[in-house]
Each structure stands twice: as structure tokens, then as C-alpha cells.
């Protein structure tokens, strides 16, 4: 009985000191591990070093207090990581598997764009098939996104992403054209086609400049060989229809901001700008709870006839909402 009971007390240290361990390494430091599981620093670190005496090995390289995986830690979180968050989810994964997808919570990390003109709709239905469970919409840039990705405090993102990082999975699910927006009565207003040339003698109204947005009209019109005026920055697509409204100035976005109701005239520009789509992000590797599915496929199901390209990496970085990317 006494064996039996030591057992016991040893695979529960194991589960504890695995968890320490991947906290740490999602986080990079021993401290920010130490306030994700509620522990204190020292224990997380005693934690650590009992795995590394019971493996024999160095699992992290540690540089003052930012600490990096060896290749043998590397290892380990492979293998480990799975087994952490298997069991960590597995009241929710037995619930699923037993047909009731009812409770639970999930986060979700979104920009303003998306939450204002992607996610409505399938936040709307996923709420009314789920009542049940407490859905955390998060409304963050691409790299406050991205970090809270990388440290778990959100299950997954949604949003536009240009570059794709080595540890980052991006599935496309529904892409936007992008489109020049005048005021009704502008000289370009509604016309069949709009050349670059036609385009650049008015004054552009854009997101900041450290945006994609500038950067991208900022390439396509140097690849042409023209020069451009931009008038006004402002930030967020509603901003911005309602400056061109006003006659202020003309602008490229993406359409997914336009609803058809607005006093702008509107043309396609295909022809020069890359389209922008929208997906799902999540970090590699991600043990997926059943919130995060059913999320998935209702959001999925809400853009069944999606024109979305292989992913191919263009200018500007990580970016889910254009309006907010720092």
C-alpha cells in the first residue's frame, strides 16, 4: 500500500512538474510561468530542476531572466506539451465526447475590423447553439494577438494576417477585395475601371503609416513609378468612410468594411492590390478544446463559398486588424 501511495504522490508531481515546465517554455521565463499556474517562482523553479535531475539533462539555457529551450527541451515540451494540455482540458473533452458541448469558456483574440465587420455573424449563431458556454471576445492588435497566443491566455484568434510566423498556423476562410471609396459625386465615382494614374493626383485619406494598409499602397504605387498625397491619417475603417463622405479625401480598403449603405461610390482594384483574406490563427502544436472546435466550424459554416488562395506572405507583418496594429 505504501509503494502503491508513493506511486500515486510521484505521477502528480510528474503532471505538476510538466505543467511548470510548458508554462515556462511557452512564456520564456520562470516568472511569468510562476503567475500563470498561481505558483511562486521558487516552486516553478524547483519543479523544473526536478525534471531536469530525473532526465539527466539541461532542459533550458537560462540568460538572465529570459530562459530558451536546449534541444532536449525542445524535446520534452514536444512530447509534454499534449500530455499537459489533454488533461488540463479533459473535463471539457469527456463532456464532448458524452454529446454535451454546453459549458466552458472560450477566448477568442480579435481586432476592431474583425470583430466589427467578420465575427458578427458567426458570434451571433455560435451563441445561440452554445448558450451555455461564456465566449471571451478580446479585442487586441495582431501583437498583443499573437503573444496572448503564444502564452495560452487565449484559444484562438481570428483575423487578416500578412506574414505567418514559424510557430503560428493561419487558415484562410474568407477574402475581401480591395477597393478605392469616393465621395458620390467624385470624378472616379462608379466608374467601370480606375488606373493608378487616375488615382493619384487626389489626396488619400489612410491608416497611420506604420500600418500595412500605407505600406502596401505605399509599394504598389512606387512599383508603378508614381508619386502620391496622402491628406489625412486616421484610424479605423469608420473613420475613414466618413472623412471620404465628407469630401476630405478619397481611400483603398478592403471591402469588408463596406455594407452597401454608405454615401460612397465604390471600384474594384484587383488589378494592383492584393486581396485580403480573413482565418483562423492558432498556434502550432495547440491541443484544441471542444469550445475552440465547434467555434471553428461555425465560423467555417457562416463563409461556406470562400475565395481563399494558398497563403502567400506579402508586405507587413502580423495584422489582424489594420486599424490597431502597433
Known sequence: MATASLQIHYK?????QLR???HAARTGSVSAAAEKIFLSQPTVSL??????????????????????????????????????????KLHETFATQCGRVDQGTLNVAAG??????????????????????DLKLHNVTGRDGLAMLRADTVDLAVGSMLEVPDDITYRPVVTFRPTLITPRDHPLANKADVTLE??????????????????????????????????????????IKKYVELGLGISIVTDVCLSGGEE??????????PKRSYGIVLRRGKFLSPQAK?????????????DTPPHQPTVGEADWDDTQLG
Open 198 to 239: 487616375e488615382i493619384a493626383p487626389y489626396g488619400l485619406i489612410l491608416p497611420p503609416r506604420h500600418l500595412s494598409t500605407w505600406r502596401i499602397v505605399d509599394l504598389v504605387f512606387k512599383q508603378h513609378n508614381l508619386n502620391y498625397r496622402v491628406t489625412l491619417e486616421a484610424g479605423g475603417w469608420e473613420v
Open 47 to 88: 519543479q523544473i530542476q526536478a525534471l531536469e535531475r530525473e532526465f539527466d539533462t539541461i532542459l533550458f539555457e537560462r540568460r538572465g531572466p529570459k530562459i530558451k529551450l536546449t534541444p532536449e527541451g525542445e524535446l520534452l515540451f514536444q512530447l509534454a506539451e499534449p500530455l499537459v494540455e489533454g488533461m488540463d
Open 264 to 273: 460612397l461610390g465604390r471600384v474594384p482594384l484587383d488589378r494592383y492590390f
Open 112 to 133: 476592431e475590423s474583425t470583430i466589427l465587420y467578420v465575427l458578427p455573424e458567426p458570434v451571433q449563431y455560435f451563441s445561440e447553439q452554445f448558450p451555455g458556454i
Open 294 to 306: 465547434s467555434f471553428l466550424k461555425v465560423l467555417e459554416a457562416c463563409f461556406p463559398e470562400r
Open 12 to 16: 502528480q508531481n510528474r503532471l505538476k
Open 20 to 22: 511548470a515546465f510548458c
